[in-house]
């Protein structure tokens, strides 16, 4: 990465192309790459997705793929076309899906997007897996995947900047850490609970920071993504 700002991902969750394009095209220069999700591509699939992409910034495909292998796989290879420079699976899929999906991203070759894993969604405390059959923490939960994840060849999961330090120990320096819930000092926090602010996450050890709402609903979203661009860098730079 070779500026700070390159760590923020900008979720674009929106059905409108229109505003997609007009935010992807603001942002462009200030922040690393933007992030499409289940809401835009259900609505707009792969053509609105070309479109976006077209802007030129790098684009996480966020379709949280769990299915079986070959389905999963299949999928992967579909989503090629599109160049993502990362995409993500359901670790729960297992060993042999997550490493189908490895595998079809690496058939891109120089171009092969990173295959991150999703562990516990964030949405869920340790109740809810009690419920689905599954006994012991969420942070243990999320570790057991994330090691994994990794023995099959992924390039990181996506996790609360709670579960940071812990993952960064399990799993080692080079395994990516993509962290939403993010929220700088003067944006609401809107429905995130536990939220850190961009500095800080940076200094828990997050590789990279999924942004939405304080960025794409602020009055000037180009001024936002610039003074969360500046915060990053005075940190790193402090550092
Ligand atoms: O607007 P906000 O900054 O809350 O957007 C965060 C983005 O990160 C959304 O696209 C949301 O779906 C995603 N996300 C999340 N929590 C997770 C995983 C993904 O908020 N655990």
């Known amino acids: 990465m070779s500026n700070p700002s390159d760590r923020i991902v900008v979720a674009l969750d929106t059905t409108d192309v229109e505003r997609a394009l007009a935010m992807a095209a603001a942002l462009e220069g200030l922040v690393g790459a933007i992030k499409l999700g289940k809401e835009f591509f259900t609505a707009n699939g792969p ?38 420079f990362m995409l993500n699976v359901h670790a729960l899929g297992g060993a042999a899906m997550m490493r189908a ?26 109740a809810d897996l009690a419920s689905v059959g599954i006994f012991g923490t969420v942070r243990d939960q999320v570790v057991r995947l994330a090691v994994l994840a990794k023995d099959c060849g992924l390039d990181g999961v996506v996790c609360s900047a709670e579960e940071v330090v812990a993952l960064r120990g399990a799993c080692g320096r080079d395994f990516k850490l993509v962290v939403p819930g993010i929220r700088p000092s003067w944006a609401a926090a809107g429905d995130q609970k536990r939220i850190v602010t961009p500095a800080d996450a940076v200094a828990l050890g997050a590789d990279y920071l999924v942004i939405g709402r304080p960025i794409t609903t602020a009055a000037n979203p180009a001024e936002a993504a610039r003074r969360i661009g500046e915060e990053i860098t005075a940190f790193t730079d402090a550092g």
């Open 47 to 84: 053509a609105g997705a070309r479109r976006i992409v077209d802007v030129g910034l790098p684009m996480f495909l966020d379709l949280k793929y769990h299915d079986i292998p070959s389905t999963v796989a299949g999928a992967v290879r579909a989503a090629l076309p599109l160049d993502p």
């Open 101 to 126: 999906a490895a595998d079809a991203a690496a058939e891109a070759g120089a171009k092969r997007p990173m295959v991150l894993a999703v562990t516990v969604l964030t949405s869920l405390v340790t």
